[in-house]
């Protein structure tokens, strides 16, 4: 993938995620008083809508992204070498999507019910 | 008067370790950095090894750092560095050859891998012998002019916090002259000139400090530059863009007229 696809990625994860995480701390964090909104019911209560599921798998696949990539430039920033540059290039991409199946996996079972 | 020079002496096939000699030079009004560099190479002390050429800051071979700032020696005055001692030594992010001196071949190298040059594919021969004249718009010039004036000091690229962590970034001299020959409507070199900067270490690596900027003598703007490359590379490698890639810089810049008028 070509540098400037993967930049045009962390710019438009970053407005992204400014937005996702504004509306979730809206929804979870002002419209609800806070004690009540990490309670374990009303977070499992969050999952099994399906908006509010929809929007927090969104924020995580954002905020993995956008998170991951600012790494792999860091990284890359660090070292010049072609398989350092390859490696993290790689390295980066297997633990996001790795981290991306667990936490879509979460969603999945907290929004069918699977978690009680 | 007198003014005192503290100057960074190294000679890597001698020394260990860096170390600072201090020079007294009896002063005068307008008298430059450079002047008093000469005055103890000619007076004082015959080792130290300093480069310099047209003195009129025309020729960029002057640069180094002044009081922790990079600068042109033959255009800064000692009378505008303030009170106390001044503190010369050689430009950051280069190897010193000795003193003042460093190797600016890596900075050449990376300047020339970008091709500053017009690039033209269909009139090669005409390239090798002009029979008239390449027109622009007074738009045009303006869009990149200011890139023109660069004199290759280096003392952007010295400057630059990326260019001392990643030596394999281009520097802000050489990425501000790619944007040139794309902005310039006669270019059509505009694929390889993407495809030169839009690399893992290349153009993106840049994070707008904006140092280079601010100790240009010549008053370009490279961080300008690099931020209106990245957009060019945006554009020219958008999903959206109709001919991806291989836009030049007459069709960027909307002038059907750019080339050759005899």
Same mark, same amino acid.
């Given at each position: 993938? %070509?540098?400037?696809?993967?930049? %045009?990625?962390?710019?438009?994860? /970053?407005? !992204? /995620?400014?937005?996702?995480?504004?509306?979730?701390?809206?929804?979870?964090? *002002?419209? *609800?008083?806070?004690?009540? /909104?990490?309670?374990?019911?009303?977070?499992?209560?969050?999952?099994?809508? !399906?908006?509010? !599921?929809?929007?927090?798998? *969104?924020?995580?696949?954002?905020?993995?992204?956008?998170?991951?990539?600012?790494?792999?430039?860091?990284?890359?920033?660090? %070292?010049?070498?072609?398989?350092?540059?390859?490696?993290?290039?790689?390295?980066?991409?297997?633990?996001?999507? !790795?981290?991306?199946?667990?936490?879509?996996?979460?969603?999945?079972?907290?929004?069918?019910?699977?978690?009680? | 008067?007198?003014? =005192?020079?503290?100057?960074?002496?190294?000679?890597? =096939?001698?020394?260990?370790? @860096?170390?600072?000699?201090?020079?007294?030079?009896?002063?005068?009004?307008?008298?430059?950095?450079?002047?008093?560099?000469?005055?103890?190479?000619?007076?004082?002390?015959?080792?130290?090894?300093?480069?310099?050429?047209?003195?009129?800051?025309?020729?960029?071979?002057?640069?180094?750092?002044?009081?922790?700032?990079?600068?042109?020696?033959?255009?800064?005055?000692?009378?505008?560095?303030?009170?106390?001692?001044?503190?010369?030594?050689?430009?950051?992010?280069? @190897?010193?050859?000795?003193?003042?001196?460093?190797?600016?071949?890596?900075?050449?190298?990376? +300047?020339?891998?970008?091709?500053?040059?017009?690039?033209?594919?269909?009139?090669?021969?005409?390239?090798? =012998?002009?029979?008239?004249?390449?027109?622009?718009?007074?738009?045009?010039?303006?869009?990149?002019?200011q890139f023109t004036y660069c004199i290759?000091?280096?003392?952007c690229? =010295?400057?630059? @916090?990326?260019?001392?962590?990643?030596?394999?970034?281009?520097?802000p001299q050489?990425?501000a002259?790619?944007?040139?020959?794309?902005?310039? @409507?006669?270019?059509?070199?505009?694929?390889?000139?993407?495809?030169?900067?839009?690399?893992? +270490?290349?153009?993106?690596?840049?994070?707008?400090?904006?140092?280079c900027s601010?100790?240009c003598p010549k008053g370009v703007d490279p961080?300008l530059g690099?931020?209106?490359?990245?957009? +060019?590379?945006?554009?020219?490698?958008?999903?959206?863009?109709? #001919?991806?890639?291989?836009?030049?810089?007459?069709?960027?810049? #909307?002038?059907?007229?750019?080339?050759?008028?005899?």
């Amino acid at each position: 993938m %070509r540098e400037s696809s993967l930049m %045009r990625l962390q710019y438009v994860t /970053a407005v !992204a /995620a400014i937005v996702l995480v504004s509306l979730h701390l809206l929804m979870q964090g *002002v419209l *609800v008083p806070y004690g009540e /909104a990490v309670s374990f019911q009303r977070v499992l209560s969050v999952y099994r809508s !399906a908006v509010d !599921a929809a929007l927090l798998e *969104v924020l995580l696949l954002v905020v993995l992204a956008h998170g991951f990539n600012g790494l792999r430039i860091i990284l890359l920033e660090w %070292r010049q070498e072609a398989a350092w540059t390859r490696g993290v290039n790689w390295g980066v991409l297997v633990v996001t999507l !790795a981290l991306m199946g667990y936490g879509t996996r979460t969603v999945i079972l907290a929004a069918t019910g699977q978690v009680t | 008067m007198e003014v =005192s020079l503290r100057v960074k002496r190294f000679d890597p =096939s001698v020394d260990v370790a @860096p170390h600072y000699e201090r020079y007294d030079v009896p002063s005068r009004e307008g008298m430059t950095v450079l002047d008093a560099l000469i005055y103890v190479k000619d007076r004082l002390d015959h080792g130290l090894a300093v480069r310099f050429s047209c003195r009129m800051a025309s020729c960029g071979s002057c640069g180094m750092k002044v009081n922790g700032k990079p600068r042109l020696a033959c255009e800064t005055q000692l009378g505008d560095l303030g009170p106390g001692a001044a503190t010369v030594e050689p430009m950051d992010n280069f @190897p010193v050859v000795r003193d003042l001196v460093v190797d600016l071949e890596s900075f050449f190298s990376r +300047h020339t891998s970008l091709s500053p040059r017009l690039l033209r594919k269909r009139d090669e021969a005409e390239q090798e =012998s002009p029979s008239g004249e390449y027109l622009m718009f007074p738009a045009e010039l303006e869009s990149m002019v200011q890139f023109t004036y660069c004199i290759k000091c280096g003392l952007c690229s =010295s400057s630059c @916090p990326t260019a001392s962590t990643d030596g394999s970034f281009p520097g802000p001299q050489a990425l501000a002259q790619a944007y040139r020959y794309l902005a310039d @409507p006669r270019d059509e070199g505009g694929k390889e000139r993407v495809e030169a900067v839009d690399t893992a +270490h290349g153009v993106w690596r840049c994070h707008f400090a904006g140092t280079c900027s601010a100790v240009c003598p010549k008053g370009v703007d490279p961080a300008l530059g690099i931020q209106l490359l990245k957009r +060019h590379v945006m554009a020219a490698t958008s999903p959206l863009s109709r #001919k991806k890639g291989e836009k030049t810089g007459a069709e960027v810049f #909307k002038n059907p007229n750019a080339g050759l008028v005899g």
